[in-house]
């Protein structure tokens, strides 16, 4: 059971915009950085969003990151269908001394 | 551009122990990175397992502490993580990845599949 609480499923139409809220608590989201991660069907997870709210290069504006004391959100604007994939928070922990990752967010562009 | 690439068998009998490489390519293992493995069981999310540094320091899942070890190999330029005991609840694809600093994972191997079965 992790302990960064995902939403399991969003959903919103094309072109429209969808945020993913990532819940932990002070020893992990609270005192660390958060970063995204999108997989797409049968690949690896790929970055999206490090130190809370900044973009890898080559990763669109349309995601940005946001952090306010124990939660974090992702949001994703002008959707498109090849935006449909899992995506999951991570962190560390400071009390377990690890990573944690969220349990995971389906995005389904409908 | 870093490179990973996982290797070692697919298939692992109950009770055994599980053991995969991740060569580093593109770039030195003894930079200022920490070096992962995470796994993601079929249908689920993904579990961090371990990490560690060229420096031979680890950490680890306390959930799976008992069972990992993690290692570095400086010459090869790869590292490797054993898993011991293993049972079908081990089945999962395991990557490796590098941890960029502020535990952000910039660089991924494509995974490669272990499945625990007689």
């Known amino acids: 059971q992790s302990v960064l609480t995902q939403p399991p499923s969003v959903s919103a139409a094309p072109g429209q915009k969808v945020t993913i809220s990532c819940s932990g608590s002070?020893?992990?989201?609270?005192?660390?950085?958060v970063s995204w991660y999108q997989q797409l069907p049968g690949t690896a997870p790929k970055l999206l969003i490090f130190?809370?709210?900044k973009r890898p290069s080559g990763i669109p504006d349309r995601f940005s990151g946001s952090k306010s004391g124990t939660s974090a959100t992702l949001g994703i604007t002008g959707l498109q269908t090849g935006d449909e994939a899992d995506y999951y928070c991570g962190t560390w922990e400071n009390s377990l001394t690890a990573v944690l990752f969220g349990g995971g967010t389906k995005l389904t562009v409908l | 551009q870093v490179q990973l690439q996982e290797s070692g068998p697919g298939l692992v009998k109950p009770s055994g122990t599980l053991s995969l490489t991740c060569a580093v390519s593109g770039g030195s293992i003894s930079g200022r990175s920490w070096w992962s493995w995470v796994r993601q069981p079929p249908g689920k999310g993904l579990e961090w397992i371990g990490e560690?540094?060229?420096?031979?320091?680890?950490n680890y899942n306390p959930s799976l502490k008992s069972r990992v070890t993690i290692s570095v190999d400086k010459s090869k330029n790869q590292f490797s993580l054993k898993l011991s005991s293993v049972t079908a609840a081990d089945t999962a694809m395991y990557y490796c990845?590098?941890?960029?600093?502020?535990?952000?994972?910039?660089?991924w191997g494509q995974g490669t599949l272990v499945t625990v079965s007689s």
């Open positions: 560690t540094y060229h420096s031979g320091s680890t």
């Open positions: 130190e809370n709210n």
């Open positions: 990845a590098r941890n960029g600093g502020s535990t952000n994972f910039d660089h």
């Open positions: 002070s020893s992990s989201i609270g005192n660390n950085y």
